[in-house]
């Protein structure tokens, strides 16, 4: 995805409406004998985990989307623009596999995905077409043994819209054998949701981007390659034009969606990222006509610890760093879009339903699962169980207090302590006489606290950080400001690692000019 195109359609600015129970239902039809939608409230929202992580090891530095979907006895996952560590194929889209099980108590395993060579990632496309930035893929199903994947294309930057939607198809799982279906001239179907019923397939789809409402389509399972075969809500049993589609959700912010229906029998829901109200909202409804309910917020960023903990709140903004940012772009709010339902990691319970999904948080830019309970009337879920602590010792000498290294181990070449005028000591990598050339590492191990609410530090001088690392994975990182005129803060959310052993480090790798970094101050905050 673009930069230009996400702050376009972002505004990070007024606070959400907090909608936590479903209302009246949308759509221009009685309910008739469909019956009314399924009657939910909103229990809780909370964060699983990363889905990319280790998606360095193909060459990603990061992607979005992560579209899901079942085919060839694997949970297949399209992502869009990447950003590449060597910045060869950026732009390309992606394709990953995970396997049919259920989701586990520790989160998504890392996924395998589609390589050139068993190294790099092969960029996905339909044979012989060059897509480019904001030209992605928006879902996929199979059909047997033919596998479908449906991209938004013909993207123009200055307009901000798309123009054509996509459809090509492979056989199985062989993504590098995608076969153009159609290319064709769209408004209303760009990006797109499709779940099959029987010999038909639902299409819901949006336009414009993130300025949409919701619309739908039917068409034989065998006939979604010719357009001329859909048919448009309201008159789904008519030949028609796409023009003439009416919207089947009233919303004119809708943006990247999903329809999914948890279980054979269960409710269908649809889930997609909206301006107004901000967040994540959710319908749900007994048939793919509907009626479908009035919109719930499933996710706000801010009631459901999306900034601080996975969404990076702008430094300038906050009075902070959070550690969430990549490096350069910590005066870029994240923000969230792309909620892609899992039916395979979902599920139904006498309480209510619970919805598993990836979301796109832009900064950082890569995809996570959250989970979101919904209690039917009457119905109660059971407290989430508490991660059991391991073993091990808390954080010590975390701010250097002893005029030493004390609990701290060091590599490669030495740092330095000093005392502040205020007889506080700090930490500083540029060491004379190498100075900038110091590289080395000086790093801790401890079990974050039951308690432990915030790690606590100040930071200055060059590129070089200081990190929070669960095995290989970065969970937290904040940079010098590139200057020692001033100090930049740290305040590293720790609520979602209670428990946990982790690893606190100083990590200096750059012989650069401002190849070092100072820090001092370190501590836990309950």
Not at 251 to 263: D, F, M
Request: glycine share 12%; hydrophobic share 40%; with cysteine.
């Amino acid at each position: 995805m673009a930069a230009l195109a996400f702050l376009l359609a972002f505004g990070f600015v007024a606070p959400l409406p907090r909608l936590r129970a479903f209302g009246a239902p949308q759509g221009t039809e009685p309910a008739s004998d469909r019956g009314a939608p399924p009657s939910f409230q909103l229990d809780s929202t909370t964060y699983v985990g990363r889905l990319t992580t280790g998606c360095e090891r193909v060459g990603l530095a990061g992607t979005d989307l992560g579209v899901s979907f079942e085919a060839g006895g694997r949970l297949v996952f399209l992502f869009g623009d990447s950003w590449t560590l060597d910045r060869k194929d950026w732009d390309a889209d992606s394709v990953a596999f995970a396997r049919l099980g259920p989701l586990g108590d520790e989160g998504p395993a890392p996924l395998t995905w589609l390589t050139r060579d068993g190294k790099r990632f092969f960029p996905l496309a339909p044979k012989s077409m060059q897509l480019g930035g904001m030209n992605v893929p928006v879902e996929g199903f199979a059909v047997g043994d033919r596998t479908y994947v449906f991209f938004d294309g013909g993207w123009d930057a200055q307009r901000g819209v798309h123009s054509h939607s996509i459809l090509a198809h492979t056989r199985k799982l062989e993504f590098a054998e995608l076969e153009l279906d159609h290319s064709v001239a769209s408004a209303k179907f760009l990006n797109v949701s499709v779940a099959r019923d029987g010999a038909d397939l639902w299409i819901f789809g949006t336009g414009t981007y993130r300025k949409s409402a919701i619309y739908l389509a039917r068409v034989p399972v065998s006939e979604v390659g010719n357009r001329a075969k859909w048919r448009y809500w309201p008159a789904l049993d008519a030949p028609g034009k796409e023009e003439d589609a009416q919207p089947i959700v009233a919303t004119n912010s809708a943006g990247e969606l999903s329809v999914r229906r948890v279980g054979a029998d269960g409710p269908w829901f649809l889930a997609y990222n909206s301006a107004d109200p901000r967040g994540i909202v959710l319908h749900a409804a007994r048939d793919p006509r509907g009626p479908w309910s009035a919109p719930l917020v499933i996710f706000d960023p801010e009631r459901d610890r999306g900034y601080g903990y996975f969404l990076h709140r702008k430094t300038s903004a906050a009075g902070f760093d959070d550690g969430l940012s990549e490096p350069g772009r910590e005066e870029d709010f994240g923000g969230e879009y792309g909620p892609y339902l899992v039916p395979r990691w979902s599920s139904e319970t006498e309480a209510g339903v619970e919805l598993v999904y990836t979301l796109s948080s832009w900064n950082p830019y890569q995809v996570h699962v959250l989970r979101t309970r919904l209690t039917r009337p009457g119905g109660a879920w059971t407290a989430p169980r508490v991660r059991t602590p391991s073993a091990g010792s808390s954080l010590a000498n975390a701010d250097f207090a002893t005029g030493t290294l004390e609990r701290w181990t060091a590599e490669g070449d030495a740092f330095a302590l000093a005392r502040r005028p205020d007889g506080a000591w700090e930490l500083t990598t540029y060491v004379k006489p190498l100075g900038d050339a110091v590289r080395g590492r000086l790093h801790q191990e401890f079990t974050v606290p039951r308690d432990a609410r915030l790690l606590r530090g100040f930071v200055k001088g060059g590129t070089e950080s200081v990190r929070l690392m669960r095995g290989d994975e970065v969970l937290r990182e904040t940079r010098g400001p590139r200057t020692n005129d001033r100090e930049l803060e740290l305040r590293w959310m720790l609520e979602p690692y209670r428990g946990e052993r982790l690893r606190l480090e100083v990590r200096d790798d750059s012989t650069d000019r401002w190849g070092f970094v100072t820090v001092r101050g370190l501590a836990l905050e309950s």
